[in-house]
């Protein structure tokens, strides 16, 4: 590299920024790979847009945007050496600590075995002249301080994935202190010098913990007299008491939020996931690579592990990698396709999975670990999870749950090209036959994921389980240790069977009879995927209704057949239900309203539910009692409508949905159909989230793409009920033929394999789980 001149450090002047407060500065992670500072090459950081690039990315953010002058970032890491000295007025030497759960001594901060060498260098492209941070001193003064205040600010300015990390953070929720707002301090000459800190009143306490000072709204405050961390509005004003400007102070330690998300990442350690004490054989080399933990998200570790181990998924992002990297827009670290296969490169591709670096006599380097460190998505994660109210945070999520929203913001961004999402997809077939007329409905709808009931009753240890529950009762009535777990195992073979076992419909509507009468439902598969996603239902509802969890042990076979569940269809010498459609207020019932079972409603409303929400569980499950009622509640707790009232079709209100309002778009209902939906489901999914209609010019209402969003999003989260519709026969006169031909969608193709599905990978999860890491 040669010597950075003047001359044209002055050409790039005018580009280089000072980051301000609500930029996003990328100084710890590549945009398009998982490049770090401590990265062989560094990271280099554009001084204008702030986005990181490791050494083989920096030329095409150059080529693509003409930004010349990059900050170099070099880190060098190095055993820690123990400072035993400290000079009159030095800040402490000792860090505070803070109790935690688990770990003796709270944070003990002092588990950094390993400082950094930073080496930082200003860079300026294509020639990638450069000069040292320290060199700065011999320019001229406008250009000096300009380039001096650009570097300090990026390299003092916390980085984009710490704040999200900050903001994610949902730990102990602070209150402000009783004496913020009459707090008397009391007069003294005494200036307390940055790093000291003192009690409430400007009187020091005995040997009290430091006071970090950090740049609002990052402020730690303690109260000796509440004996917590507190919230101070009125900080600045109490500290310009001891002379201190908080305004001028910089940050020079982590925040006690800071701290907390630190150690739930790094708490349980690597020992704690040995399986059984016995080591582990750690492996190298492409396919090969962990994904870290970055705080409860052992959810999507396990989700991406598999998905990038299907052929159709490596050759839409990876094989494609330079395609995608080539029609990212400027900021990459905001593009979903981008993100993607970055993290299926970092998975697959082997960079970030290799054995520690041995010395020139073959002897590995001390400081290396034995495991691999693996990459960390920050990113990813927080694109994934952007506007999301439960993957934004840092919170335990489920991989059912995100399995889907991921597949869904895959679905939105393969509209118009290959959809991976095509291994995963099948069609449902189920059948309804009325008991009374023995006549029956076939209706097909699009699935990703084969919910498997767990049928307690066939489990193979029932005398063991019984032993165990007299002994835990006794245990607990004499106040003594509870007796070793014991698990029920339940065969799979069983679930299946439970998944294809007839199923009693009450109350069922008729459109033979014109009356209520008893239906069976069983369910098929129409078509077999070619990999199979199947969720374990371990909740259940107690006597009490409270929702519990089955404690159960299911072997999975190694090879699945589930050829004998291949659906029919209409078989000859059955005869079809009418299609018609049924009255709004049924003949038993009173004409002003439908009859909704008040006992049921009475029970869940004494469970904390709103009236509002408890008639429409009523109302949907067709008063077919309490736990179908309670399994909608539980289902639809997130909807933005919970507690809206309870509209019916063709009434006037709020979110009616009136025959006389405007149909959605057709475009619309198109975009939706094609990703794998019914027309039924798109227009049912387009009003229910209230979409705007045209306006006298014709177009869609402004809320049309933020609707077409929530539409998906709504038929992901109501696809039971979209289910117990069908089963009520409530479409509105087509006839079952083109019933089911609308569920086939016209969009990506449905496949079809022999009913053999791909076992792609078992899935466990361990709570004390620190890293996803490949193991053998």
């Keep these: 590299m040669a010597e950075l001149s003047e001359e044209a450090l002055l050409s790039v002047l005018p580009t280089i920024r000072v980051p301000k407060a609500g930029d996003r500065v990328h100084k710890d992670e590549c945009a398009f790979s998982f490049d770090t500072p401590e990265s062989e090459g560094g990271l280099y950081i554009c001084m204008n847009t702030f986005l990181g690039f490791g050494k083989q990315y920096v030329e095409r953010h150059f080529n693509k945007t003409g930004q010349r002058v990059y900050l170099h970032l070099r880190r060098t890491r190095r055993p820690k050496e123990e400072d035993t000295t400290a000079g009159t007025g030095d800040p402490p030497r000792k860090k505070p600590t803070r109790l935690a759960i688990g770990v003796e001594g709270g944070f ?3 588990e950094e075995k390993y400082e950094y060498d930073e080496d930082v260098k200003i860079v300026i492209l294509p020639d990638y002249l450069e000069i040292a941070r320290d060199g700065l001193g011999g320019l001229p003064d406008i250009v000096r301080d300009r380039v001096t205040s650009a570097v300090e600010a990026l390299l003092s300015a916390d980085s984009a994935s710490r704040k999200q990390e900050v903001q994610a953070w949902d730990g102990e929720v602070r209150q402000v202190s009783k004496h913020a707002f009459n707090l008397k301090q009391l007069d003294s000459p005494a200036r307390i010098p940055p790093w000291a800190g003192g009690g409430f009143g400007g009187q020091a306490g005995p040997e009290p913990p430091p006071l970090t000072l950090l740049l609002p709204p990052m402020l730690d405050v303690y109260s000796y007299d509440e004996d917590d961390m507190v919230l101070d509005p009125n900080l600045a004003e109490h500290l310009s008491h001891f002379g201190i400007d908080m305004l001028k102070m910089q940050k020079t330690d982590k925040t006690m939020t ?6 739930n990442q790094r708490i349980g350690e690597w020992e704690l996931i040995q399986e059984s004490g016995v080591p582990l054989k750690p492996l190298f080399g492409p396919g090969y690579t962990g994904i870290r933990n970055l705080g409860n998200s052992c959810y999507l570790n396990s989700v991406v592990q598999v998905l990038f181990s299907i052929p159709d998924f490596q050759r839409k992002y990876v094989d494609k990698l330079e395609k995608i990297f080539q029609n990212a827009p400027t900021d990459p670290t905001q593009d979903f396709s981008t993100q993607v296969a970055k993290l299926g490169h970092g998975l697959l591709s082997g960079e970030y999975s290799k054995p520690a670096a041995e010395s020139g006599d073959g002897e590995q380097v001390p400081e290396q670990k034995e495991v691999q460190d693996g990459i960390a998505p920050r990113m990813f994660k927080a694109l994934i ?8 945070t840092n919170r335990q999520q489920d991989a059912q749950e995100f399995f889907l929203h991921l597949i869904n913001m895959v679905e939105r961004n393969c509209r118009s090209s290959e959809n991976p999402n095509e291994v995963f997809r099948f069609l449902v077939e189920e059948k309804i036959k009325c008991l009374a007329t023995e006549k029956v409905k076939y209706t097909q709808r699009v699935d990703y ?5 767990v049928p307690m009753d066939a489990a193979l240890n029932k005398e063991e389980l019984l032993e165990y529950e007299e002994k835990k009762r006794q245990a607990e009535e004499e106040k003594l240790p509870l007796p070793e777990l014991v698990r029920a195992q339940v065969p799979f073979s069983s679930c299946l069977e439970a998944y294809g076992a007839p199923e009693q419909v009450d109350d069922f509507w008729s459109t033979a009879l014109q009356a209520k009468s008893v239906a069976v439902k069983t369910t098929r598969f129409a078509s077999f995927p070619d990999y199979l996603v199947i969720q374990i239902k371990k909740f259940t509802f107690g006597l009490d209704w409270v929702p519990k969890k089955l404690d159960v042990s299911i072997e999975m076979p190694e090879e699945l057949d589930i050829s004998q569940l291949r659906g029919t269809g209409l078989q000859p010498g059955e005869e079809e239900l009418p299609d018609i459609a049924p009255p709004l207020v049924t003949p038993d019932e009173p004409k002003a309203a439908p009859m909704l079972d008040e006992s049921v409603i009475i029970q869940l409303v004494e469970m904390g539910f709103p009236m509002d929400a408890c008639r429409k569980a009523v109302y949907y499950t067709g008063n077919s009692g309490a736990e179908a009622a309670m399994n909608w509640v539980m289902s639809h707790m997130d909807d933005p409508d919970f507690a809206n009232p309870l ?3 063709g009434s006037s209100g709020p979110g009616s949905t009136s025959a006389a309002a405007d149909p959605p778009p057709e475009d619309c209902v198109t975009t939706i159909v094609s990703m794998g939906f019914s027309r039924d489901q798109a227009l049912k999914a387009l009003r229910a989230t209230v979409w705007v209609p045209p306006d006298e010019g ?9 609707s077409l969003e929530r539409a998906v999003d709504w038929i992901f989260s109501h696809i039971d009920d979209l289910d117990a519709e069908a089963a009520m026969d409530t479409s509105e006169g ?11 969608p016209v969009g ?9 599905p791909m076992l792609c990978n078992k899935r466990s999860h361990h709570n004390e789980e620190p890293v996803d890491r490949n193991e053998e």
């Excluded at 087509?734 to 086939?744: H, P, V």
């Design 449 to 453: 994921i084969m919910q498997l009931p």
């Design 647 to 649: 509209i019916l079709p």
């Design 748 to 756: 990506p193709k449905v496949r079809d394999g022999p009913g053999k």
């Design 258 to 263: 800071e701290l907390e998300i630190d150690m």
């Design 108 to 110: 003990d901060l002092n």
């Design 734 to 744: 087509r006839s079952a033929a083109d019933s089911i031909s609308e569920s086939i």
């Design 698 to 706: 014709g177009t869609c209402g402004k809320k049309r793409n933020n």
């Design 385 to 392: 999870g952007k506007g999301h109210p439960e993957f934004s």
